[in-house]
Structures are given as C-alpha cells and as structure tokens.
C-alpha cells in the first residue's frame, strides 16, 4: 500500500512538472524551420537550331541552275557557300581575260579563293551571274550548308518538270540520261524524286552551259509565292521561252580545280582531288587533301557526322570571310557570324549610336571585303581588301587584287572627326569582315558596299583636304 501511494506521487511530481514547463515542450519552436531539399540545377539552355527552307522555296532557290550539267551544278553549289570570294573570283576574271594556258594556272595557284571558285573561272556567263545576283546566291549557299540533300533533290525535280514540258531532253550539246531513283532511308522535307536524271557534257572536253528563263522551262510555276529569280542573260542573247545554249567552253587550267561530283542517289556532292588531274598539274592537292580532313574532323560528330561521307563536301569556314550565316545556329556551328549580330556590329562600327558623328571625315575600314573602286578625296586606306578597282595614288597594304588606291594619304587607323571640327572615336573593334556583314546580310548591301567607291571617284580631288562641317570626301566610298 505504502509503495502504491508512492508510485502515484511520483507520478503527480511528474504530470506537474511537465505542466509547469508550458506547451514548447511539445510544441516545435516556431523561429526553427526544418531544413529545406535544394533547388534543382537549372537545366542547361537548348542549343539553336538551324532555320529550315521550305520545298517551294527551296525549287525557287536551285531553278536558275537545276538543268545545269551537273559538273557545273555542283562547283556552283559549293561555291555558293563562300559568296565574298565569288564576287572576288568574279572581278579578278574581268581582269585578267588575257591569262590562259600555264600562265592561267600560275595565276590561279596564287590565289587563296575555295577550288569551286577558282573551277568557275573559265565560266564567266555563271560567275557573272552569281555576281550580279549575290542575294540569290548567298541563299542558295546559305541551303546548300543546312539541307544539301534536300537541295539536291530538289534540282532533281525541276529537271523532272523541265522534261515533262519538253524543254529537257539530249541534243548536241549535252546527254540526258535516266535512271530509277534507289530508296533513300534520309528524312527530307519533301518528296523525295522517283528517278534520277543526269546531265553530262556530249563531249567531255567542252562544256555548254544552257541558257533559260526559269519562269518559263519548268512549265507553269506553281509557288506564285515563291518565283524564281529573273534570268541573267550573256551579252547579245535574245531571250526566248526555249532552252538554249552559249558558246561551248573548252575546259581548261581552272577546270582543274572541279572536284565535285553529283552523288543524286545519296543526296550530296563526292568531292575528290584528283579529278581533273590532267588539266592542271600544278596544283598542291596533298595540301587540300589534308586541309579537307581537317576541316571534317573539327566538325561536331567529326568525320562521322551529319553530311560527312567518305569524300562528301564539307563547307569550309576559313573561305566565308565577311558573309555572316543565315541563323545563330549555324553561325555557333561555323564559328561565324550570323546575320542579327552582323548587323549590328556594323550599326556599332558606323557610329550610329555614337553623338558626334554628324560630320567630319570617315577613317578606315579595315577587313572590309570585296570593294568596288577606290574612292577619292582623303584616300582612306582599307588594309586587307578584296579587289579594289585601280586608280591613281596611295596603294591599299594587302590588298587581294590591288590596282592602285586613291588619291591622299594612307590612313591605317579609323579616328573619324565629329561635326564643325569636333572628333569622336569610333570603336573600329566589333568584327567588321567585309562587305557581307551589313543588315540583314544580304547581297545588296555587299553590292552597295562595292559600289560606293566607283561612285567616290567621281567626287573633285581638292576635296580630299577639306574637313568643315563634316563635308570631306571619304576614300573608298565611305559612308556619309
């Protein structure tokens, strides 16, 4: 009994002393959060993916060139690719009409435009073509490098339209031959042609470029949203709706350089270096060789990847020079530029946001590309231009094809001045490449960036000493 009445003071004591000590002894302290799981990592941001041509406009891109032999087809798409060096190869042909033979591949030899370019040179109805149209042709490049085999295709289904109107068949002057279309296993966005038509030259010494309207030779077009470009026609060529041809071209030194050949049933270009060996022997084609497995492997996916056959052309950045890509992605895939940043790069190079640059005199533009003419007045020196036209005065240092600079001294550093005497520093820095990096980048704008020093010299020389008010000519055609 005695124990009992203890064990239940004790447990009194105890219910007492828990009562005492107040509800925080049950209760969590308020102020002591439980600890918290870690946000999760964010995940890292998706890489760009490359713009898609649509089929029509695809058709639209490849109807000036589709019923080309297909050796031409294939040194035009590739060359496509490197536009700035086209309106080089282009200019410097204009140029230099007296070379042939040996002395034509010496020249050649020396310069360091992409072998597709250089294989064009003894076709100046196409380079021309090329030139006068660089829009199209930066296009046409710009799908060649994200959907050769779409691309491809499509050639192959406006030759299919072009024989169904009648205006594609075997004549003197090229064969058309016809073979079942094998099954393909690559994903396209279009369907895929249900046969293989291949054009050769009839004589495998002279090559017949044809000349059609392309609006025309398909039959009736049926993307009215998507025309094809307006034809360029050689000099003297009345235009008709038929095919026709130009003068044959006896291929020769520069025809040494044409490497491609048409792969239709695997959807790309075969490029191999000792094709044509015997119509230029001096060519270095261990070094291309070994400069074409390079530029493969530093592919992502290297060698294996997308596009990367055996001997496939793979797209060489190291000849893009100043011509931005279409898209980020492919800018971040080439280690380019891409049209956005181009732009504004140049907008920043200009001055246009800078105060102060109402007046005065431009300084130079150093890397620009392929320039027109030298400009005159203060006789802005361009270093490392592409093929200035000739003119009296100061030369242009490294100049691809200089002819001479304009009148005035050389002026190798870009300090333009502000308005009424004033100065403002230009930041000649932001990646200013060439005549390719304008808005948009488009080919008018190269072509207007050329065609300011032709204009530039038209201007009185005694202007080039002249600075008041902002009114000094600009070397070079520079921009006012």
């Given at each position: 009994?005695?124990?009992?009445?203890?064990?239940?003071?004790?447990v009194?004591?105890?219910?007492?002393?828990?009562m005492?000590?107040?509800?925080?002894?049950?209760?969590q302290?308020?102020?002591?959060?439980?600890?918290?799981a870690?946000?999760?990592?964010a995940?890292?941001?998706?890489?760009?993916?490359?713009?898609?041509?649509?089929?029509?406009?695809?058709?639209?891109?490849?109807?000036?060139?589709?019923?080309?032999?297909?050796?031409?087809?294939?040194?035009?798409?590739m060359?496509?690719?490197?536009?700035?060096?086209?309106?080089?190869?282009?200019?410097?042909?204009?140029?230099?009409?007296?070379?042939?033979?040996?002395?034509?591949?010496?020249?050649?030899?020396?310069?360091?435009?992409?072998?597709?370019?250089?294989?064009?040179?003894?076709?100046?109805?196409?380079?021309?073509?090329?030139?006068?149209?660089?829009?199209?042709?930066?296009?046409?490049?710009?799908?060649?490098?994200?959907?050769?085999?779409?691309v491809?295709?499509?050639?192959?289904?406006?030759?299919?339209?072009?024989?169904?109107?009648?205006?594609?068949?075997?004549?003197?002057?090229?064969?058309?031959?016809?073979?079942?279309?094998?099954?393909?296993?690559?994903?396209?966005?279009?369907?895929?042609?249900?046969?293989?038509?291949?054009?050769?030259?009839?004589?495998?010494?002279?090559?017949?470029?044809?000349?059609?309207?392309?609006?025309?030779v398909?039959?009736?077009?049926?993307?009215?949203?998507?025309?094809?470009?307006?034809?360029?026609?050689?000099?003297?060529?009345?235009?008709?709706?038929a095919?026709?041809?130009?003068?044959g071209?006896?291929?020769?030194?520069?025809?040494?350089h044409?490497?491609?050949?048409?792969?239709?049933?695997?959807?790309?270009?075969?490029?191999?270096?000792?094709?044509?060996?015997?119509?230029?022997?001096?060519?270095?084609?261990?070094?291309y060789?070994?400069?074409?497995?390079?530029?493969?492997a530093?592919?992502?996916?290297?060698?294996?990847?997308?596009?990367?056959?055996?001997?496939?052309?793979?797209?060489?950045?190291?000849?893009?020079?100043?011509?931005?890509?279409?898209?980020?992605?492919?800018?971040?895939?080439?280690?380019?530029?891409?049209?956005?940043?181009?732009?504004?790069?140049?907008?920043?190079?200009?001055?246009?946001?800078?105060a102060?640059?109402?007046?005065?005199?431009?300084?130079?533009?150093?890397?620009?590309?392929?320039?027109?003419?030298?400009?005159?007045?203060?006789?802005?020196?361009?270093?490392?231009?592409?093929?200035?036209?000739?003119?009296?005065?100061?030369?242009?240092?490294?100049?691809?094809?200089?002819?001479?600079?304009?009148?005035?001294?050389?002026?190798?550093?870009?300090?333009?001045?502000?308005?009424?005497g004033?100065?403002?520093?230009?930041?000649?820095?932001?990646?200013?490449?060439?005549?390719?990096?304008?808005?948009?980048?488009?080919?008018?704008?190269?072509?207007?960036?050329?065609?300011?020093?032709?204009?530039?010299?038209?201007?009185?020389?005694?202007?080039?000493?002249?600075?008041?008010?902002?009114?000094?000519?600009?070397?070079?055609?520079?921009?006012?």
């Amino acid at each position: 009994m005695k124990q009992t009445v203890e064990s239940m003071r004790n447990v009194v004591l105890c219910a007492g002393l828990l009562m005492a000590s107040g509800p925080s002894t049950f209760a969590q302290d308020p102020t002591k959060q439980a600890p918290t799981a870690a946000a999760p990592a964010a995940a890292p941001a998706a890489a760009p993916t490359a713009a898609q041509f649509k089929p029509e406009e695809l058709e639209q891109v490849v109807a000036p060139i589709a019923l080309y032999p297909d050796s031409v087809v294939v040194q035009v798409l590739m060359a496509s690719t490197y536009p700035l060096e086209v309106v080089q190869a282009e200019r410097w042909a204009k140029q230099n009409t007296a070379l042939k033979g040996d002395a034509l591949a010496a020249a050649l030899n020396k310069q360091t435009w992409d072998p597709s370019v250089k294989s064009l040179i003894e076709f100046p109805q196409v380079l021309n073509m090329m030139s006068e149209k660089l829009d199209w042709t930066t296009k046409l490049g710009d799908a060649f490098i994200a959907q050769q085999a779409e691309v491809m295709n499509a050639v192959q289904k406006l030759r299919a339209k072009a024989q169904a109107s009648g205006n594609l068949k075997t004549t003197n002057e090229q064969k058309v031959i016809v073979e079942p279309a094998a099954p393909t296993t690559t994903v396209v966005v279009q369907q895929p042609a249900t046969q293989i038509i291949k054009i050769e030259p009839a004589s495998p010494t002279v090559v017949y470029v044809p000349v059609y309207n392309p609006t025309v030779v398909y039959g009736t077009w049926p993307y009215p949203a998507y025309p094809p470009p307006a034809p360029v026609y050689p000099p003297g060529y009345v235009a008709s709706n038929a095919l026709s041809f130009a003068a044959g071209v006896a291929v020769g030194a520069a025809w040494g350089h044409a490497w491609g050949e048409a792969n239709w049933h695997g959807g790309d270009v075969n490029v191999n270096v000792n094709r044509n060996t015997t119509l230029n022997q001096n060519i270095n084609r261990e070094s291309y060789q070994a400069n074409m497995q390079k530029t493969a492997a530093a592919r992502p996916g290297g060698a294996s990847g997308a596009q990367a056959g055996a001997n496939s052309f793979q797209h060489d950045p190291a000849h893009r020079g100043g011509a931005s890509y279409r898209d980020p992605a492919t800018a971040q895939k080439y280690g380019g530029a891409s049209s956005a940043n181009a732009a504004q790069a140049r907008e920043q190079y200009r001055g246009r946001t800078d105060a102060g640059t109402a007046g005065g005199t431009a300084g130079a533009r150093p890397n620009t590309g392929a320039t027109g003419g030298a400009g005159a007045g203060a006789g802005t020196a361009r270093p490392n231009t592409g093929t200035p036209s000739a003119g009296p005065g100061t030369a242009r240092p490294d100049a691809g094809q200089a002819g001479g600079g304009s009148a005035g001294a050389a002026r190798p550093s870009a300090q333009p001045s502000g308005g009424a005497g004033g100065s403002a520093a230009r930041n000649p820095s932001a990646s200013q490449s060439g005549a390719f990096d304008g808005a948009k980048s488009s080919g008018s704008a190269a072509k207007a960036e050329s065609s300011r020093g032709a204009s530039s010299r038209q201007a009185s020389p005694s202007a080039s000493s002249s600075g008041s008010k902002g009114s000094g000519s600009r070397g070079g055609g520079g921009r006012r």
